[in-house]
């Protein structure tokens, strides 16, 4: 299991936590539906079906009520992914990045967001719940839709699967160990040397890689370059030109694995650079680095 994956569990559990105590709260306030509804909350999904790990991409819309008043105060949304009995999973709460003051009648707000579905112990149908609350005054918006109670939406349904045999990956040489932030705690990565392999359960299959990486395009006068290959074979070239991570899906090829029971993924970052040297001394860290990687998943097609 990647590190990434670890502390997006060890996020998430919390939020659970936060997002629970948000409902226990509310239960049996005797919250009503006469309220109009102050906006049409609606979500995209790029998938259907998303294995234990996989990355999921949604598309949030608020349609405002044309006799919507103003909001009084920046409201979050609640996101809650409930199993088949209703119970909550795990969530992808957050904060809209039009805040809800500015927010007018009529308009449509849209964005998207992605997120790694957690390797939970479950498999099946999934209902995906969305609201608008207050933090600080704890109170739930009236919306239009199809009410679960509390003033919660149902707005999508996915199925979670299990992960492929090859989607086990594992880190072999040329990693560092596991950082983070305090700041972010859940935000984890890994630095790379030079190349940096990982290996996996081959089925010869079609496939499909996801990697978030970053680079330090600042330290260079042309950036970074990635080269992905198994064996001998390049299955792709990244330019690590961006300031900020950048998210890459990439297709690996059955024929590209070859015929051996474990194929092997070659991460090669050219040039890679050793802190103590690029800054004359001013950082002392004295490893090799290539670049950081946040997420890797391989998924058969």
């Known amino acids: 299991m990647s590190p990434r994956l670890i502390s997006y569990l060890s996020h998430r559990s919390a939020a659970v936590i936060g997002s629970a105590a948000v409902l226990a709260s509310l ?11 102050v906006a049409t909350p609606a979500v995209g ?34 996101v809650h992914f409930l199993d088949a009995d209703g119970d909550l999973m795990f969530t992808d709460d957050h904060a809209p ?27 099946g149908e999934v209902t995906v719940a969305l609201g608008l609350y207050s933090a600080t005054a704890g109170d739930r918006l009236p919306l239009a839709g199809e009410h679960l109670g509390q003033r919660s939406y149902e707005v999508a349904t996915l199925e979670m699967v299990p992960q492929s045999e090859s989607g086990f990956l594992i880190y072999e040489d040329g990693w560092h160990a596991a950082e983070s932030v305090p700041e972010e ?29 970053d680079g330090r395009p600042e330290l260079f006068e042309s950036p970074q370059i990635l080269t992905l290959s198994i064996g001998d074979t390049p299955v792709e070239t990244i330019e690590l030109g961006s300031a900020e991570p950048s998210y890459h899906i990439v297709p690996v090829s059955g024929a590209s694995l070859g015929g051996a029971d474990t194929a092997t993924l070659t991460l ?9 040297e690029v800054t004359n001394g001013a950082n002392t860290d004295g490893r090799e680095l290539g670049m950081q990687v946040f997420y890797a998943f391989l998924e058969e097609n």
């Open 27 to 37: 239960a049996g306030c005797g919250l009503a539906d006469t309220a109009s509804p």
């Open 45 to 78: 999904l790029n998938r259907a079906r998303v294995p234990l790990g996989g990355p999921l991409e949604l598309t949030y819309r608020f349609t405002v009520a044309p006799d919507a008043g103003l909001f009084a105060d920046d409201y979050l949304v609640f």
């Open 97 to 123: 990045p039009q805040s809800t003051t500015s927010w007018r009648p009529g308009q449509e707000i849209s964005y998207d967001r992605r997120m790694v579905v957690p390797v939970f112990p479950y498999i």
């Open 185 to 213: 705690p859940y935000r984890e990565w890994r630095w790379t040397t030079g190349q940096a392999t990982i290996s996996f359960r081959n089925t010869q299959t079609d496939s499909t890689l996801y990697l978030e990486v």
């Open 268 to 276: 090669t970052v050219d040039p890679s650079f050793v802190p103590s």
